[in-house]
């Protein structure tokens, strides 16, 4: 069973930096892309970032590219999202998420972490 967990929430100012992890566990972590996603009350949840199973390509929501940066570290098995130039619209619950398999979509989900941007 893949179990994600995710770690980092928190309350920052507009302008400010947070870095959110997601340890992964029940299979082999380097086999497999990541994602990122976020939502808020009364809204679908939306994609924020992706990583392929190397690290060595990733793509971002246009709200936050150029601003959020999302790696991996395959012998901790975790992904993170570094979050620079927060600004209040990214305040919202944010998932981290796997495929079930090498080429599907995401099936597996963490249970989430808020991420609150103050003006």
């Known amino acids: 069973q893949v179990q994600l967990v995710e770690s980092g929430r928190g309350l920052v100012q507009a302008g400010g930096s947070l870095r959110l992890s997601c340890a992964s566990s029940?299979?082999?972590?380097?086999?497999?892309?990541m994602g990122w996603f976020r939502q808020t009350p009364g809204k679908e949840r939306e994609f924020v970032a992706g990583?392929?199973?190397?690290?060595?390509?990733?793509h971002y929501a246009d709200s936050v590219k150029g601003r959020f940066t999302i790696s991996r570290d395959n012998a901790k098995n975790t992904v993170y999202l570094e979050m620079n130039e927060l600004k209040p619209e990214d305040t919202a619950v944010y998932f981290c998420?796997?495929?079930?398999?090498?080429?599907?979509?995401?099936?597996?989900w963490g249970q989430g972490t808020q991420v609150t941007v103050s003006s």
């Open positions: 998420a796997a495929p079930r398999t090498r080429l599907g979509g995401y099936e597996y």
């Open positions: 990583i392929d199973w190397s690290g060595d390509r990733t």
């Open positions: 029940g299979r082999t972590f380097s086999s497999y892309g």
